[in-house]
């Protein structure tokens, strides 16, 4: 059988026993914050069994695209040295939800692969957990396995968790024995030895693991299986040759075509030397990673899995140095890959001049540093063993890695090739040193951890989204937490695909909250509030959005669809999204190209914007009809986007439909003008237009006419900030921030003084015309205020984090001035915190510090009083001590409330006269709970 006959047959087989035949999801879980890659078969079925979703059918199977780099799943480092191992595999999986469990799924796996592929029955084991009688007789009775083949293993080998919370179960293995005469023992099963590999893993989710680590009985009973295609297909190939030969992932036709390519490349032949013939499997193994991602929406870059997918293919060149190749030949590779796959997996095709550009652009990036770098490297080496040593220095690693862009696991190959190793603890010292400098901190690993929690409060399930017909509404309180409210029902739009979220007012009789921001985890839409609500506060309020600023977002979410579908007009299908970002003041677009789109062009795309805005054509919004009636309507998809049975599309004409949970105007009209202010590049090869819609465009225009000199003076004002700010942190860090050293701000901007000022002799011009006839001397002005504003907050983030350390610094002296109390420490101070992030931040070093015992904080935040509390596991444990109600009771004296977990809570009042009384009565409310 050839790897399409055996895809295709288990296919068949599964919908013979009354399965429903899915498509793979995509290799890049989109909306799955917690995946980098799709990494197994039921990534897409994840919500089924924790219970939060369902699907029509209770049986369904699949070959599914997986890639595995990074976490426990890691197999880079194998994958060439070994025949079988990869960061790319298909997945062929069968699930059961609720229906057919462990009787069928034994019986069926055994009937394909010895009825059906005819694999020999000598030569196959089964595994099972060493509880699982039940699996065990199963084997025995279901199928004419040999008895003797059935083993049982322990939790490490034979059964299965999602997390250390969750659905779990016990899971029967099946291997196959692969030495030459098909003797191997039992000592082999599970050895991790090439003469005997797992092929199908058949999982029983029966259990729940709870927060207390115990397992808890499913009131539904699932199946899960995978199994690894490649293998299997190596598996038949060797069956051929009746094993005379060790079985190879690669001897297959899934990867001889890719292999016979390399080879004609680059003159070497397959099989006759182990240096080239590991270059060649590995290269024939990078290239799928890379085809699959790229066609299914990621990018090499910088940061996430971007950097993954760099990284592997730095490390495919690497691997092409050893086979003589010096000039790009992976995007070679593509159209091979392609021509073997695409019947399967048609998005490759679709795709393929737009994964050949990306490839082939940033294998010549990487060239013009690679030889250079592996100079560097020699040198760096030559200079070790000198010395004696066996060791690369931490700070040549990351030379290499920041300079010349090499991985670190890259230098690390490099390395062991010399039997040397890396200093890593010092690169990564050195790398989270720049990160200090140069990173923005982000708020998403707060903000969803945040709604994670409330939700473990059994009364949330979802939060109803009112908010594409209406802004203000009724709603219910559901639950409160670390100053965030989720309501049962609201007009509020939660954070996600590239729109920001909803501001506004949360009102009870004359009590105003206010909604600074809105995040949404799943279906729970949390609304982060600037004030402490507390327990006290009404059960039933108001919640009404902010008016303006939805419908500016609203604006610019319908003009990114407009731009979008511009683009492809102009530039090519081959343009998709990579990113956006739908604020009220502007929008941001990202987009695969892989050159600067020209004036001409972004003219063009202007102009085309700008007519489907005067043509008011109006929306229609098709909600929650099923996935595959949108995508035969030829809806686009958006990057970031999770895509369930049932999905939004929003349609203006024929001109724009996409997948799309957004918010949008009624018509185009409503969006008024439409001015790009920017594009430039975004990461290697891709793109970024910024643009302006509605009034924000009218001003745009205004202020590049008649404003010029008041700019001067607003640059001036950042200017005399940012020093105010490097002052500080001069004071502050001894002068060893760079940022505390002379910037000299102010020569670019005198030089710029200088310019005249544009003439406001536009007047009667078209708007268009006034455009291209504006000096570029503005633009060169907006983007020095721009700088500006970005060094400003640079300053004031490194700032902050000098006023952590200094306020860290003082916690060893709380800790010796601690209270004894019945054995552990007390700790209650005020302390000065710039606002709750860095409180909690100080709380936490306060408990890493303390030992046993309990610490409270409390800082005055914007006059009100800041509170966090600190308790020791031990304390936890032996004397049941909760922060979260020892902040309670604290929070009432100071007329408010909160809350958190067992080791750490916050809370926050309005009455900062009774802070130090509040203090006082921390020893009394311990001895209360005690």
């Not at 992976?330 to 997996?345: E, G, I």
Request: neutral net charge; hydrophobic residues 40%.
């Amino acid at each position: 059988m050839t790897s399409r006959e055996i895809r295709q047959s288990f296919l068949d087989f599964f919908a013979s026993k009354q399965h429903r035949i899915v498509p793979s999801a995509p290799v890049i879980p989109h909306g799955d914050p917690t995946l980098l890659f799709t990494n197994a078969g039921m990534n897409q079925f994840k919500e089924v069994f924790l219970g939060t979703g369902k699907r029509d059918y209770t049986r369904v199977a699949d070959t599914q695209k997986c890639i595995r780099v990074s976490g426990k799943h890691n197999d880079l480092e194998e994958v060439g040295r070994d025949t079988y191992h990869h960061t790319f595999f298909e997945m062929l999986g069968n699930w059961s939800f609720g229906d057919y469990y462990k009787k069928e799924a034994i019986a069926w796996a055994w009937e394909l692969l010895t009825g059906v592929w005819k694999l020999p029955k000598e030569r196959l084991w089964a595994t099972v957990y060493r509880t699982d009688d039940e699996a065990f007789e199963l084997w025995k009775s279901v199928t004419d396995i040999n008895p003797s083949h059935i083993l049982k293993f322990g939790e490490k080998d034979n059964f299965w968790e999602m997390g250390e919370t969750g659905p779990c179960g016990p899971c029967s293995e099946i291997h196959m024995d692969l030495t030459m005469n098909g003797d191997a023992t039992a000592s082999l099963v599970n050895a991790g030895t090439p003469q005997m590999i797992e092929i199908w893993n058949l999982v029983f989710i029966q259990n729940n693991r709870n927060a207390k680590g115990e397992l808890e009985n499913l009131p539904l009973k699932h199946v899960d299986t995978g199994m690894g295609f490649e293998r299997v297909c190596g598996i038949m190939e060797a069956m051929k040759q009746n094993f005379k030969r060790p079985p190879s992932n690669y001897d297959s036709d899934v990867f001889t075509p890719l292999i016979k390519k390399i080879s004609e490349i680059s003159g070497k032949p397959y099989g006759g030397n182990d240096e080239a013939d590991v270059a060649m499997r590995v290269v024939a193994d990078h290239i799928r990673a890379l085809t699959f991602a790229i066609a299914d929406g990621a990018t090499p870059s910088n940061e996430g899995r971007g950097y993954v997918l760099r990284r592997i293919l730095r490390r495919a060149t690497r691997f092409g140095r050893n086979l003589g190749l010096h000039e790009p030949f992976l995007f070679r590779l593509v159209d091979v890959l392609v021509q073997a796959m695409s019947k399967a997996f048609p998005e490759i095709k679709e795709n393929q001049q737009l994964i050949e550009r990306i490839v082939k652009g940033e294998e010549e990036g990487f060239n013009q540093t690679l030889d250079r770098g592996l100079e560097i490297f020699e040198g760096a080496v030559k200079k070790a063993v000198s010395a004696g040593l066996k060791v690369l220095g931490g700070d040549d690693a990351f030379k290499l890695y920041d300079t010349f862009g090499f991985p670190l696991d890259l230098t690390q190959l490099l390395c062991s090739e010399r039997g040397m190793t890396v200093d890593v603890s010092t690169f990564n010292q050195l790398m989270g040193e720049q990160k200090d400098r140069s990173r923005e901190s982000g708020r998403l690993a707060g903000i969803p951890s945040i709604l994670k929690f409330m939700q473990k409060d059994s009364t949330i399930q979802s939060s109803e989204f009112l908010g594409y017909d209406e802004l203000e509404t009724k709603a219910l309180i559901k639950s409160l937490a670390e100053g965030f409210v989720v309501l049962d029902k609201t007009p509020f739009y939660g954070e996600s695909g590239g729109q920001v979220g909803d501001t506004g007012e949360l009102v009870y009789k004359d009590r105003i909250i206010h909604v600074i921001d809105t995040q949404r985890d799943g279906k729970v839409i949390g609304h982060r509030v600037a004030e402490v609500v507390g327990e006290a506060f009404a059960r039933v309020v108001t919640a009404k959005v902010n008016k303006p600023r939805r419908l500016s977002i609203m604006r610019n979410h319908t003009a990114t669809h407009l731009v979008h579908a511009a683009l492809r007009k102009v530039l090519g299908t081959h343009v998709h999204q990579a990113g956006s970002l739908v604020a009220p003041e502007h929008l941001r677009f990202d987009f695969a190209h892989f050159s600067k789109v020209s004036e001409q062009e972004l003219a063009a795309i202007e102009n085309i914007v700008n007519e489907k805005i005067k043509e008011n054509i109006q929306l229609q919004h098709h909600r929650n009809i099923p996935f595959a009636t949108a995508q035969k309507m030829g809806a686009l998809m958006f990057f970031g986007d999770k895509y369930g049975d049932t999905v939004n599309v929003v349609e203006f004409s024929e001109f724009s439909k996409e997948f799309c949970g957004g918010t949008h105007v009624k018509n185009t009209g409503e969006i008024g003008f439409f001015k790009i202010r920017s594009e430039a590049s975004s990461a290697s090869g891709v793109r970024r237009i910024e643009a302006i819609t509605s009034d924000y465009a009218v001003e745009y225009l205004k202020i590049q006419n008649t404003t010029y000199r008041e700019r001067i003076e607003l640059a001036y004002q950042l200017i005399d900030e940012i020093q105010a700010v490097q002052k500080e942190i001069l004071r502050l860090s001894n002068s060893s921030s760079p940022l505390a050293q002379e910037l000299n701000l102010d020569i670019e901007l005198r030089k710029l003084e200088q310019i005249p000022e544009t003439p406001v002799a536009i007047v009667t011009q078209k708007l268009s015309q006034a455009f291209s006839d504006i000096h570029r001397n503005f633009r060169r002005l907006e983007d020095y205020i721009l700088m500006l504003s970005e060094k400003k907050k640079s300053f004031e983030k490194e700032l902050a984090k000098f006023n952590l350390k200094s306020a860290a610094s003082d916690i060893d002296a709380l800790i010796r001035n601690a209270t004894p109390v019945n054995g552990f420490k007390l700790v209650a101070s005020k302390i000065d915190a710039t606002d709750m992030e860095a409180l909690k931040s100080i709380g936490d070093t306060l408990r890493a510090k303390i030992g046993s015992g309990v610490g409270v904080l409390a800082s005055i935040i914007d006059d009100k009083v800041a509170l966090v509390c600190v308790v020791s596991d031990d304390l936890i444990k032996s004397k049941n001590i909760q922060a979260g109600k020892i902040v309670g009771a604290i929070a009432k004296i100071v007329g408010g409330g909160g809350g958190g977990k067992a080791h750490l809570a916050t809370a926050g009042g309005k009455d900062v006269g009774k802070l130090d009384e509040a203090l006082t009565s921390v020893a009394a409310i311990i001895h209360g709970m005690i």
